[in-house]
């Protein structure tokens, strides 16, 4: 049974179709990558499913359960956590606030709590601020702790990004374009930690145009043309195919 | 490090700064207990009446900006209609507790039923408001409380059998003028309970602000999407900051009615959220203390114009318009030289100075 199961997704902007009867689906444990020509609907695929635009048709289920159309923030709570495109960072906020925004479950994020100062909510902080503090620094964030996340690179803001998901250890990791605008040293370190994660169990599916470390990283290809599943498959295999070569390049 | 990373920076520090403004604001409250409850008397020279009398009117909307800097200084929530919830608290309290009024509902029940029943009104309508409103994108939001606010304002005016109209509700119970040994002691018990009232308020926001629940606020007025992909219920938070704003410009309606004995459409003017709006942005948003610093700037500049016009030689109305113009005039250098307001952070706001 897969983890995640997308099963005739379509989304009309207006007269255009952005998704078309789009049918994929991602084993636990597994990293698939999925590419395709710009407006091949890649990323309105990562909107569907993490519920930032509702489909028009078309079932999203995860770990068995039907979540089409669930708010992003009831998906990230079971375990379904994105990032973005263009990073979107809280630069009006610290790279520790960053990353401890996004623990999941803080009674300090409750109002009664936060007013009573409880010990058990103090606590709580602590445990979060420690965690999030490991993360920053196995990202090597560490000198930048303070520093807002305006102030950032973009690379740098990449790994916040990365940093801030894995706050919430998700069980599905949707990366939209994680190396995308960062240099090539640190496309293969970020790279690096996507396997390494992958390893430890996370299911991640990655959008991303640079192909060679795509292919290098990815279990399996998953490539969309107008909106629909092109081919699919191993990675070679899925770059030797005609269709792929014809999509991209034209005939 | 900034003024605000000392305060909010660690949740730690920012416990303290809460914990002193308790402190402070109890000691403020037990000297006020004393005042009313014992017949210590203190006299003050007339000169300086006007002083305690504007000083009174700030600590309450010092509650005003409290809760709108929670909801716009951290959540990024644009309210232009704050004087509705406070007038909201102000007529509820004012109708259930007024005896004998000449005009309008007087129902004549104690006051300390009257001042939590006025608290609830204005947070019902603060939840009545963000249930349709919050949804829409922020600058709806501003058009429909700046709408909210002027259709109570009508209604305040032409509902004569209910609200009175004009001449509004006479005959409010004034609890501590009633307590106190004479005058002049009652309007120093009132500053300082006030104060003390408007000081507690300070150390809850600072709490609430300081510790996580005020991070997944200071996140939603960054980026609302990210901090729903991070699995936190924005909405929510909206609507809880919306709400706790709007029932604490209550609480100081229901506290202005019982100090001011009658309530009116005049004191409930879209002038009233201007100046907190102008109070919030002077002194800095997302910092409680800077926005009543920035307020306090505002309304002495009100204070020390009332003396000016005393010795300028022109006429009280043209002094009106110059009165603006300075305040418009520094709101303008504001904007222009420090966009975060006079303690406020621009790193921590996103604006370029």
Known sequence: MSLLDVDGLVKDFGGLRALDDLSVSVDRGELVGVMGPNGAGKSTFFNCVSGVVAPDAGTVRFDGEDVTGDAPESLAKTGLVRTFQRTRELETMTVRDNVRLAAPDQRGERALPALLRTSGMREEEQAVRDRADELIEAFELDHLKDEYSGALSGGQRKLLELARVLMLDPEVLLLDEPFAGVNPTLTNEIAGRIADLNDEGMTVVIIEHELETLTELVDRLVVLEQGSLLVEGEPAAVLADERVIEAYLGE | ?353
């Open chain 2, 1 to 353: 490090m900034s003024v605000r990373e000392r305060l909010f920076g660690d949740g730690e520090r920012s416990g303290g700064s809460a914990e002193r403004a308790f402190l402070v604001g109890g000691v403020c409250l037990l000297v006020a207990a004393l005042l009313v409850f014992t017949p210590l008397a203190v006299t003050v020279p007339g000169s300086s009446f006007v002083f305690i009398e504007v000083g009174t009117l700030f600590v309450i909307y010092g509650l005003l900006v409290l809760g709108l800097d929670l909801q716009y200084g951290y959540t990024g929530l644009v309210n232009f209609g704050h004087v509705v919830f406070f007038a909201v608290g102000a007529y509820t309290v004012a109708m259930l507790s007024a005896e004998g009024s000449f005009a309008g509902v007087a129902l004549g029940l104690p006051w300390l039923l009257a001042l939590p029943v006025g608290v609830v009104a204005a947070a019902v309508l603060g939840a009545i408001v963000g249930t349709t409103s919050l949804r829409l994108r922020d600058d709806f939001l501003a058009i429909v409380t700046l709408a909210t606010a002027e259709i109570f304002h009508t209604l305040f005016v032409n509902f004569r059998g209910v609200f009175g109209g004009n001449v509004g509700i006479l005959g409010v119970p004034q609890p501590i003028a009633d307590l106190a040994a004479d005058s002049d002691t009652a309007q120093i018990a009132t500053l300082v309970l006030f104060g003390g009232v408007t000081i507690i308020a300070l150390g809850f926001m600072t709490r609430l602000t300081g510790s996580p629940y005020g991070r997944v606020l200071r996140a939603i007025r960054a980026d609302e999407l990210v901090t729903r992909s991070v699995g936190k219920s924005t909405f929510s938070y909206k609507m809880q900051a919306f709400v706790y704003g709007a029932a604490l410009a209550g609480f100081a309606g229901g506290l202005f009615a019982l100090y001011n004995g009658a309530v009116a459409p005049g004191f409930f003017t879209i002038q009233v959220t201007v100046t907190i709006w102008i109070g919030m942005l002077l002194g800095g948003a997302s910092n409680h203390r800077a926005v009543l610093g920035g307020l306090a700037i505002i309304m002495g500049l009100r204070l020390l114009s009332r003396f000016a016009l005393e010795v300028t030689p022109v006429s009280a109305d043209a002094f009106a318009s110059i009165r603006l113009i300075a305040v418009g005039l520094i709101l303008v250098l504001v904007i222009r030289y420090r966009p975060a307001g006079i303690w406020g952070d621009e790193r921590e706001l996103g604006v370029d100075s």
